[in-house]
């Protein structure tokens, strides 16, 4: 089982850096499969629009939902994850590797994507993804002890993943 994971500091890093990495890696000519988001500031709201794009090449889903500035609680979409998932299940077997952007609350319930990362694993595909503080015990649960945590170094992180790549495990 290969399985590596991030959990950088700060709103909105991991999706940053994993988009960025997904970037290099399709760059690289490596397939992939999975989601990265982006976070899109609003002048009238504190908390930021969420969109994914669902690897390789879209769509682009809008998973959070707009209840206005005062509204408290999950703002996920659970619909649009779900969509989400559809398309990523549906990239899986040509893959040569998961990114998912986030290990979540859905995914900590088992929901969400859990069951395409443990797809991909039993497929031999690796998968890296990104877990905040919060969600870490879930996610340490769901891999068994595992997973491999990576430093915050895009050149380590792209390392690990040329080399694990389904591709170049062949």
Not at 44 to 51: E, N, P, S, T, V
Not at 68 to 88: H, I, S, T, W
Not at 94 to 119: C, H, M, W, Y
Request: some cysteine.
């Amino acid at each position: 089982m290969q399985i590596a994971y991030v959990s950088l500091p700060g709103r909105g890093a991991n999706d940053r850096f994993l988009a960025a990495i997904a970037s290099e890696l399709q760059a690289k000519g490596l397939r992939l499969a999975g989601t990265v988001q982006t976070n899109i500031e609003r002048a009238d709201r504190a908390r930021c629009d969420m969109d994914i794009l669902v690897l390789p090449d879209g769509p682009i889903l809008r998973i959070s939902e707009d209840r206005g500035d005062l509204a408290r609680g999950c703002r996920l979409d659970a619909g649009a994850l779900e969509d989400a998932v559809v398309g990523v299940t549906r990239a899986l077997p040509s893959a040569d590797l998961l990114i998912v952007n986030k290990f979540g609350k859905q995914e900590a319930e088992g929901r969400g994507l859990t069951p395409t990362i443990a797809n991909a694993l039993e497929c031999g595909i690796p998968v890296i993804l990104g877990v905040n503080g919060l969600n870490l015990p879930a996610f340490e649960e769901f891999a068994g002890g595992l997973a491999q945590a990576l430093p915050a170094d895009a050149t380590t992180v792209l390392e690990w993943c040329l080399s694990h790549g389904r591709r170049n495990a062949a």
